[in-house]
Structures are given as structure tokens and as C-alpha cells.
């Protein structure tokens, strides 16, 4: 008779005693959510011993649950290793997931519009608990991921892994690189701050370039979502960037993978004969069984690469936001990331049609297709000499373009423009301007000049009263009160003072102001520089850094030189040279906290 | 070796995965407990930077007519750094002394002698007050309105949310109407979400920037007295235009009209019955009150009432009945309505005499005589 109207626990409890009970309850309900393995198998799993039962339970899981059918139940001990592998696939799906939680996240606190994007992200640096950790994680995790996915890629060149049969699986393998650069980029613009703005429209204005020119205008048009990036683009960028590309992304993952499964993981090359696959044919004393080293040994990589990714995140790696985007304001210097610096880089040897749409399509398709062309059938490196040539050439091409593709590279700008930005360009790129990390408690107003370092010591309110006289008498003061005044500083007059000895950073900063202006001599003669600061507000001062230097003859944008090996100085209608000044300006707030980059 | 030691053991594996997954809870909750710390830190640093691209904005944009300093342009823009716009109150502790003083004496458990002392004290307040209000005198003399009696601008406004917000609205929208009382200088629409240059962070910055400005209770006199120009306070710009000829100057109390005399000259004025329907229904707002009986005597039926009844009773001719009611409202009561002078019925502003003209009064009356409707059970 049973304790209810229908067969029981309680039933199991009368019959086998409380503990019993129990015990064969929870046994089952792990065997079937293992789908096959009880708490005795895991058990014999976990501590390294063979089954104790007849079929071998770990193979049940692969052959009747979801999450493991496409897992193999065993692979070739060869491939467990380190070597050939590193992981580098697993990590990449890894990453995959990694990035939709962050990124689910940091979703909840984002509307995708030019209004509040912004807002959004000052939101969650100051109100959303762990919302900076996240967005780091994030953003630290795209990066990572688009070097995974590469090096990834790498080794499965090296390793040959892409000869017949795996070339569809390559060629799989370049479609989901491709796919995340784009997310990784597509991410981008989401902060609608300058750096977002800008790389972005770079990278847009390359997608104009595609000929002919009715084709990349529309798509210009359908990707920016008008002729300016504005909140149809912000508003596309992020739909790309969380439903379309993940899901085209989900989709060829599950195709690669597949192909792996089908394939089975490639043996190290020397471990086979030439032109044989044996990697589905694994000797029973050469299987690992998935069940428990390839999962423990799977945990663990993630165990271990989260740490690191936190560890970074912690101390060392955050997530940049620059000022809020301004379509108006075209910083100095803007760089695409990382990632497309050699496209970047490419752009600079000249037609934007070819170097930047056609050339980087025929890198990315002969990448696709290689498995293709390259029809020899020996993974070993002997016999591999053209195609490991020709992976290292571009190897090196691409870094040559990448460092091309920096702002320090090519791109010369006036050498006024060029140290006023040094001076005091805002946060971007881990650059900041020399005066912004200098103490609040040494900017003291009051005016200090770049002649002070050309006295010899203990000479410097000499030098400095003398500059002030010097000054005053050719009328240089005057140019520079003038220019000063248009910026809206009103001076009265320029009467320059020793930097005071506790003010060491703010000493250092007008040093290095010195010798950019004696780097640039060339160009900038007989220049010196001055940096006034001023009280705005209590809390709050103004940084005006002023060059002031005799312009020189300029000829296909070189300095033209005399017979003396003297530039030649520019001469105005009075038979004067000709003087020159130019200004920049900044405020300093006490709390404002800027810190040097580590190493700059 | 690392192959030997971790890949190959599965339980140098579980150690190295667990021990990795214990350190990042470790992290990630030694992160989130010095959260609260960090975001209150970023948060300060956020509205530094703030304020320091307010400045580079003001200073672009502003500075020309507002002064760098903040301190107004004379005849050109009202100062922001300045006591009137934070609403310091240079008086405020004597004001609040005073009254605690005063609340005290009506006290009926105060002693006659400290009756004495608090009359003492509040003498002493009162030389307070001249001293500082002397003092001040110098900056009341600056150009613009500023008085360190009625110290809040925005009080003086009748401007209900904050500060803050009062100058992010000025700021988006500008000031459509100073042209006319800035010597031609206009404050534009700043905002883009009205049709101006800057977005709203920018003004929000610029917000900031301005309000960086506040000292608190540290403001002083000399801070008044740098001031250069104080806002103008433009009574009703829409109504300004040549001084109209009212039948009484502003503030006349109704009870001393000559009434008579006002009867005599309006008869010299021709009414039109068209405008005074206007006055009536628009300008005056008259049929806000006179549509319900509840409230006030309905508009139909009105000359009718007048003619056959109330006259009478007055004695007056219905027209200088009407001129009575309007100018003096106080004046008759009705037999039957619940009127009781002084109290109810000041519903109806006393003041018509001062904002009519004796041509509009005869326009009012010429349309209240064709409200001769027939009035039920009068």
C-alpha cells in the first residue's frame, strides 16, 4: 500500500530508509541531468580513475545530452597538449560567449542614440555598480579576441591544418575573422565619444572608396545611414554590432565546428606520412577521452584566462572614453584601431580606391581561398618553403603598415601645431599633453618662458628679467598680448617669472616645451615659448601656451636653406622679418586627476 | 615541463582551474566593495573636466558680452559671477535674528525686562542693516536692478525649479526678447534643440562652468561691488509701448475716484460695442468670471438686470451704475447675493481704473448694453 494514492518517494523512504532515500534520489537526478553519469562516475571521473561500470558511462552524456553531442567523446592524445593547438579555438568560442555576457550587461544601461549614448556611458562610470569592470571586461575581451582569433589562424597555418580535407573549414575560419574585426570595430562607435566618431568615419569613408563610385556611395549611405554619421548610423552600427553579426557569427561557428568534428583535429604534421589524414583513425591507446581530461583541461584555460582578464581589468586596463563626439572637431592625430592600422597605414602610399578597398580585399580573399591554391599535399615544413615565405612576407608587410598606419608616421603637421598639441592635447590614444598631469598646487599664476633652461644655473632671474626687457623693447610682447587677447585672455603686459623651485612638473613640462622648440629650430627660428597661467575661477585655471618665432622661406612644404646652410628667414614688405605667434589654451580644474600614462 | 606538471594531471588541472576561478571572486568582490569609492571619484573627476570645457566654451562664446570674469558687459549682458544670481542674501542673518526677536516679544511669557533687551538688540539690528545696506549702496548704483533687499534673481522671477535648471533653459533658448532692452545686443538660442549651435552637453558643461562660480556663504561685499552691470528687470516687455492715459494713475485706491466727475467724461466718449467685446472676452478677461452664475453675474442679461433693477436701487443712471461696478466693485451689494464688502467679491480686481482708458470704458459699456436679454425670475 502505498503512503500517497500514487508510487512515491515517500514510498522510497518507507521501504529503503531516510539516507538510502535519499542518496538514490540525488543519484538520479545527476544521472539525468549528465544525461548518463552518476555521482559515482563523476566521482571516478574527477579523481583520474578508470570506470568501474560496463557500458563506460562517459560516453553516455556525447551520445544522449545536447550540450556534448557535437563534442567528440575522445581525441588523439597528440593534439591534447599544448602544442599544436594551444587552445587558441577553444578560446575564440570562449570569447564568443565572454563578450555576449559583458556585453548583455552593459546593453541594459545603453540606448543606442546621440542624445544619451553618451550620457549612458558617464552613467555607468559614476552610478552603475561593477559598470566600468564591465565595460573594460568588454572591451578588453574584443581585443583579445581579435588577437585569439588571429594567432588561431596562424598556427593553423603552421601546423598546415588547412590542407585537404580541412580547406571549407579554413575558409570558414577567415569568414568568422572577418566577422570579428567587424563586431570588434562595430563597437566601436557605441560610446559616441571622439575616439568612437572618428576611427569610425575612417573606417566608413573607406567603405565610400569602393568603385565604382555609385556602389560605394550607397553603401556609404546604407552603413551611415545618411552623409554624416548621426543617429541613423549610431542607431545601424549598433544593431550590426548586436543582433547581425553575432548571429552571422553564431551560424558560421557552428559550421566551423562542425567541420572540425567531421574532420577530426589534425595530428601534428610529423606524427603523420605525407598526404595521409589519420585523425579520425585514433588508436585505442592513443584516445583521451573528452570525459574528464579534455573537459577539466577545457575549464581550466577559461579559469585561467578570466583571471588574467580581470587581473588587467583591476590594474592595469581601462576602457578609454574620450569627449563627447563632435562631428566639428577633428582631433589631431586620429588613429583607426589597432586591428586595421594597416589599412590605415596602406592608405598613406596613395590612392584611397586601391589601398584602401581593393588592396585590403585581395589580402583578405587570397587568405580565403589559400587552402585553395595551395595544393601540395606535405604539412611539413621542408616542404613548405614557398608558402612559409609567403606567410612571413606578409607577416612583415603587415606590421610594416601597421606602424605606417600610426599618427606619428607620415603625417607631418606645422612644427607650431605639432608642439602646442604635445603640450596640451586632451586624453586620447594613452597620450595626454604635457601640462595636464602637472599638480594643481604648481600651476601658480603667473607667466614662464622657455629662455629660463638657456641660462646657465643660478643665472635664471637674470636671464628672465633680461627676456622681459628683450621682449618689451622689440615688440614681440605685443604680438603675443595681441594673439593672447583673441583667445580671450586679456594681458596688459609680459612680465615673465622664474619657475618656482617646488613646481619640479610644471618645470619638467616647460622643459620639454624647450627642447621641441630646439628640435623644430629649423622651422621655428629663434623661437621661444611662454605658458601663462591664470586664475578663472576659485579651483579653476587657464593654461595659455604661446610660440613666438621668426618665420621662415618654405618651398614644397621644406625649409628653404641659404648658401650659409642658414634657413632663409621670411622677409615682410617693411624688409623685417617676420614675426610669427600662435597660441593654445586650457583649463586645468583641481579635481580634474590627470595622470600620465605609465611610460610616456 | 608546464606540459608534465599541469596538462597531464588531471588533478593539477582541477587545482589550477579552481584556484583560478577563487581568485576572480576574489577580484571582482574586493572591486565591487571599493565600487561606491570609485564611481564617487569618477563622478568628481567627471564634473572637473566638466567645468574645464565649460570654460573653453564660455570663454569662445561668452566672455564678449558676459565679461571673462563673468562679472556682466555694461549695457551688453548682466553678470553671472554675482551675489544676485545666487541668491546670496547679505542680510539674511539679521533677518532671521530679527524675526526670532520679534516672535519672542508677541510671546505673552516674555519679561518686560527682556522685552527691553530684544528692543535694544533689534535697534542695533536695524544699524546693522543700514551699516551693510550702505555699504552695498555703491553697487545698487551700477547699471541694471539690484536690491540687496530682494536678493534672489530668480525669486524675483518667479522662477520655481533650480538654479541649474534656470540657466540650462536660458541657455538652450537665449533670451528671445532682450534686443529690447539690451541696446540691441540679443541673447541667442544657444541650444540646438532650439535651433542654436551647441548640443546639450555642451551646454551642460557650460551649466556647470557658470555655477562653478557660487561661493556659497562666502560671497562679499566687494564681490557685489566688482559687478558691472546687474540684470535689467523688464516689467512686461509686450506691454510696453507709448504711456497710456488711464482714467487713474497706478495705485489709486478705487474708494477715493470721483466717481461722479468720471460719469461726467465718459459720456463725451462714443462706445464701440465691437471693442468692448473684445476687451470683455479677451484683453480684460472678464468673461472668465461672468459666464458662471456661481462665481459671478452671468454676461446675458446683464443691461437688463441693470435697467430694471439694481438703478433703481442706487439711485444711479444704468450706465453710471455700470461705471460704479466696474471701477469700484466693492461699492453695491445687491439685495440677495451673499456679498460682504471687502471680503468675497474682491474676486473682481479693484483696479480697472488704472489700466482702462475712458475711451475703453465707453467700449465696455456701449457692449454691455446689448446683453438685453430677457433675465428669468428677475
Avoid at chain 1, 538514490?24 to 559515482?40: C, K, P, S, Y
Avoid at chain 1, 548621426?230 to 553579426?245: E, I, K, S, T, W
Avoid at chain 2, 541650444?191 to 562653478?212: K, S, V
Avoid at chain 2, 479677451?282 to 461672468?290: F, V
Amino acid at each position: 500500500m502505498s503512503v500517497l494514492p500514487f508510487p512515491s518517494f515517500l514510498d522510497d523512504v518507507k521501504e529503503k530508509g531516510f539516507k538510502k532515500a535519499v542518496f538514490e534520489g540525488a543519484n538520479e537526478v545527476v544521472e539525468r541531468l549528465t544525461a548518463g553519469m552518476n555521482i559515482q562516475d563523476i566521482r571516478e571521473a574527477l579523481r583520474g580513475e578508470a570506470p568501474s561500470r560496463k557500458p563506460n558511462p562517459r560516453l553516455q552524456p556525447h551520445a544522449d545530452g545536447f550540450w556534448l553531442h557535437m563534442r567528440p567523446s575522445y581525441f588523439h592524445k597528440s593534439v591534447t597538449g599544448i602544442y599544436p593547438e594551444f587552445r587558441l579555438g577553444w578560446l575564440s568560442t570562449y570569447f564568443v560567449v565572454f563578450e555576449t555576457i559583458t556585453g548583455i550587461f552593459l546593453m541594459v544601461w545603453y540606448t543606442p542614440s546621440p542624445e544619451v549614448a553618451y550620457a549612458n556611458m558617464i552613467n555607468i562610470m559614476a552610478s552603475v555598480p561593477l559598470g566600468q569592470f564591465m565595460r573594460d571586461l568588454h572591451r578588453l575581451g574584443a581585443e583579445a579576441m581579435v588577437l585569439i582569433v588571429t594567432l588561431h589562424m596562424l598556427r593553423t597555418f603552421f601546423t598546415a591544418s588547412y590542407k585537404k580535407p580541412r580547406q571549407f573549414t579554413w575558409f570558414t575560419g577567415v569568414i568568422l575573422l572577418g566577422l570579428t574585426l567587424f563586431l570588434s570595430f562595430s563597437g566601436y562607435l557605441l560610446p559616441w565619444d571622439q575616439l568612437a566618431l572618428w576611427a569610425v568615419t575612417i573606417g566608413a569613408s573607406m567603405v565610400e572608396a569602393a568603385p565604382p563610385e555609385i556602389v560605394g556611395q550607397n553603401l556609404n549611405l546604407l552603413l551611415r545611414g545618411g552623409p554624416e554619421i548621426g543617429a541613423n548610423g549610431l542607431l545601424r552600427f549598433y544593431l550590426l554590432h548586436v543582433l547581425a553579426v553575432p548571429a552571422l557569427l553564431f551560424i558560421f561557428t557552428g559550421v566551423h565546428y562542425y567541420k572540425v568534428v567531421v574532420h577530426g583535429h589534425s595530428l601534428p604534421p610529423r606524427e603523420e606520412n605525407i598526404g595521409e589524414d589519420t585523425a579520425k583513425r585514433v588508436p585505442l591507446d592513443k584516445r583521451v577521452y573528452f570525459i574528464p581530461d579534455i573537459l577539466t583541461s577545457e575549464i581550466m584555460w577559461i579559469g585561467v584566462t578570466t583571471l588574467i582578464l580581470v587581473v588587467l581589468c583591476t590594474w592595469f586596463f581601462h576602457a578609454p572614453l574620450e569627449a563627447h563626439a563632435d562631428p566639428q572637431d577633428t582631433p589631431l592625430g586620429t588613429t583607426a584601431p589597432w586591428y586595421f592600422l594597416w589599412v590605415q597605414g596602406a592608405l598613406k602610399l596613395g590612392d584611397k580606391v586601391f589601398w584602401g578597398i581593393i588592396f585590403p580585399t585581395i589580402a583578405l580573399g587570397f587568405l580565403a581561398v589559400m587552402p585553395y591554391l595551395d595544393l601540395t599535399p606535405s604539412r611539413r615544413w621542408a616542404h613548405r618553403r614557398t608558402a612559409l615565405t609567403v606567410c612571413f612576407l606578409m607577416i612583415s608587410a603587415t606590421t610594416v603598415l601597421s606602424y605606417m598606419g600610426l599618427a606619428e608616421f607620415g603625417v607631418r603637421l606645422a612644427g607650431d601645431t605639432e608642439i602646442l598639441h604635445e603640450m596640451m592635447m586632451p586624453p586620447a590614444h594613452n597620450h595626454m599633453g604635457k601640462l595636464l598631469p602637472v599638480p594643481f598646487d604648481q600651476l601658480t599664476p603667473g607667466i614662464y618662458t622657455t629662455r629660463q633652461f638657456e641660462a646657465e644655473a643660478g643665472q635664471e632671474s637674470a636671464a628672465v628679467a633680461a627676456f622681459n626687457q628683450e621682449i618689451l623693447d622689440n615688440g614681440r610682447a605685443q604680438l603675443a598680448i595681441a594673439q593672447l587677447g583673441v583667445d580671450h585672455l586679456e594681458l596688459s603686459a609680459i612680465n615673465t617669472s622664474v619657475i618656482p623651485s617646488d613646481a619640479e612638473d610644471l618645470e619638467k613640462a616647460l622643459h620639454f616645451f624647450a627642447d621641441r622648440l630646439v628640435a623644430y629650430e629649423h622651422e621655428l627660428q629663434d623661437a621661444w615659448g611662454l605658458v601663462v597661467v591664470t586664475e578663472v575661477q576659485p579651483g579653476l585655471r587657464r593654461l595659455d601656451a604661446v610660440i613666438v618665432w621668426h618665420q621662415v622661406e618654405f618651398e614644397n612644404g621644406r625649409v628653404v636653406f641659404g648658401s650659409d646652410g642658414e634657413p632663409v628667414l621670411l622677409v615682410g614688405e617693411d624688409g623685417q622679418p617676420v614675426t610669427r605667434v600662435s597660441t593654445d589654451h586650457i583649463f586645468i580644474h583641481e579635481d580634474a586627476q590627470y595622470f600620465a600614462a605609465p611610460g610616456s | 615541463m608546464l606540459q608534465r606538471l599541469i596538462f597531464e594531471r588531471i588533478e593539477q588541472r582541477i587545482l589550477v582551474g579552481t584556484l583560478s576561478f577563487l581568485a576572480i571572486m576574489v577580484l571582482v568582490g574586493w572591486i565591487a566593495i571599493n565600487e561606491g569609492g570609485r564611481m564617487q571619484a569618477f563622478e568628481t573627476q567627471y564634473l572637473a573636466r566638466s567645468i574645464e570645457r565649460g570654460a573653453y566654451l564660455y570663454m569662445a562664446n561668452c566672455s564678449t558680452c558676459h565679461g571673462t570674469d563673468g562679472l556682466g558687459g555694461a549695457g551688453r549682458a548682466p553678470a553671472l559671477n554675482s551675489p544676485y544670481l545666487f541668491g546670496h542674501d547679505y542680510l539674511a542673518d539679521l533677518n532671521r535674528e530679527q524675526s526670532g526677536l520679534e516672535r519672542e516679544k508677541l510671546n505673552s511669557a516674555t519679561t518686560p525686562e527682556r522685552i527691553t533687551e530684544i528692543d535694544a538688540r533689534l535697534a542695533a539690528i536695524e544699524t546693522e542693516r543700514q551699516t551693510r545696506l550702505n555699504a552695498l549702496s555703491a553697487a545698487t548704483q551700477t547699471p541694471g536692478d539690484y536690491d540687496p533687499t530682494a536678493p534672489s534673481r530668480l525669486s524675483n522671477l518667479g522662477w520655481a525649479g533650480s538654479l541649474r535648471s534656470f540657466l540650462l533653459t536660458t541657455l538652450i533658448h537665449g533670451r528671445p526678447n532682450s534686443i529690447q532692452y539690451w541696446g540691441g545686443n540679443q541673447m541667442v538660442a544657444w541650444g540646438q534643440l532650439a535651433g542654436g549651435p551647441l548640443r546639450t552637453d555642451q551646454l551642460e558643461d557650460l551649466t556647470n562652468f557658470i555655477l562653478n562660480w557660487d561661493k556659497g556663504d562666502a560671497w562679499t561685499t566687494d564681490d557685489a561691488l566688482a559687478v558691472r552691470q546687474w540684470p535689467i528687470s523688464v516689467v512686461d516687455v509686450a506691454l510696453a509701448g507709448p504711456p497710456r492715459e488711464t482714467i487713474a494713475p497706478a495705485g489709486t485706491d478705487p474708494a477715493t475716484l470721483d466717481l461722479a466727475a468720471i460719469n461726467a467724461e465718459v459720456a463725451n466718449f462714443q462706445g464701440d460695442p465691437q471693442n468692448g467685446q473684445t476687451l470683455y472676452n479677451g484683453t480684460l478677461g472678464c468673461a472668465g468670471c461672468h459666464m458662471q452664475a456661481a462665481v459671478a453675474p452671468p454676461t446675458e442679461g446683464t443691461w437688463t438686470r441693470v435697467t430694471v433693477n439694481r438703478s433703481a436701487l442706487t439711485g444711479l443712471e444704468p450706465t453710471e451704475y455700470l461705471v460704479h461696478s466696474i471701477l469700484y466693485p466693492g461699492e453695491f451689494l445687491a439685495p440677495g447675493e451673499p456679498y460682504i464688502p471687502g471680503t468675497y467679491p474682491n474676486a473682481m480686481l479693484p483696479n480697472y481704473s488704472e489700466r482702462l482708458t475712458y475711451q475703453e470704458l465707453a467700449d465696455l459699456i456701449a457692449y454691455l448694453q446689448t446683453q438685453d436679454q430677457e433675465v428669468p425670475g428677475l
